[in-house]
T-cell receptor, first 110, second 123 residues
């Protein structure tokens, strides 16, 4: 049940694109297409932005996209906006009925 | 509208117990797996426990196994977490969360979260 690895911080200017990585193992990220990404503004509950690696729930802007290659998943935010500033967490099904989360990435819009 | 409302948090001494509840509305809770996820103040998210749609399959993080018990009452649209032998390191906001799938064997991910309830373990 080791946590997935995310960079602690990421940043970009308005209008730019930023990509956040999430590295696991073949037992979690690499073994299943059940990677999700959550956005958590300060003091608020998380909100799902991407599920099953690359699917967007209704209402989530298409500026948010997800992908996966081997044991690493990625979240890309295109056309950065001030409202995108938040903490972002990845999660994956970890096998054996477990869920595993990443340590979180603080996204700053410069 | 899907709503998840947690309750039962508070201040408790190490070694004591606390029972958290989560009231679900806006969906048929018995159709979906549910999770508890916690977040220590200023820290990241940590999975705590999961329960399948009918309570037939349950899983716990190693950090709480043997001390915490998850249960659900679908007739009351409610989820529970009984926390025993609490430790200082259990201090956190506890979130109730709904899965997109009925089973936890191949969880498709969480689509709704509650606002959380704070459990503080301190002497």
């Amino acid at each position: 049940q080791s946590a997935l690895t995310q960079p602690p911080s990421a940043s970009g200017s308005p209008g730019q694109s930023v990509t956040i990585s999430c590295t696991g193992t073949s037992s979690d990220v690499g073994g299943f297409n059940y990677v999700s990404w959550y956005q958590q503004p300060p003091g608020k509950a998380p909100k799902v932005m991407i599920y099953e690696v690359s699917k967007r729930p209704p209402g989530v802007p298409d500026r948010f996209s997800g992908s996966k290659s081997d044991n690493t998943a990625s979240l890309t935010v295109s056309g950065l906006q001030a409202e995108d500033e938040a903490d972002y967490y990845c999660s994956s099904y970890g096998g054996s009925n477990n869920l595993v989360f990443g340590g979180g990435t603080k996204l700053t819009v410069l | 509208e899907v709503q998840l409302v947690e309750s039962g948090g508070g201040l408790v001494q190490p070694g004591r117990s606390l029972r958290l509840s989560c009231a679900a509305s806006g969906f048929t809770s018995g159709d979906y797996a549910m999770h508890w996820v916690r977040q220590a103040p200023g820290k990241g998210l940590e999975w705590v426990s999961s329960i399948s749609w009918n309570g037939g399959t349950i899983a716990y993080a190693d950090s709480v196994k043997g001390r915490f018990t998850v249960s659900r009452d679908n007739a009351k649209n409610s989820l529970y977490l009984q926390m025993n032998s609490l430790r200082v390191e259990d201090t956190a906001f506890y979130y109730c969360a709904k899965d997109m799938h009925y089973s936890i064997s191949g969880s498709e991910g969480i689509d709704y979260w509650g606002q959380g309830t704070l459990a503080t373990v301190s002497s």
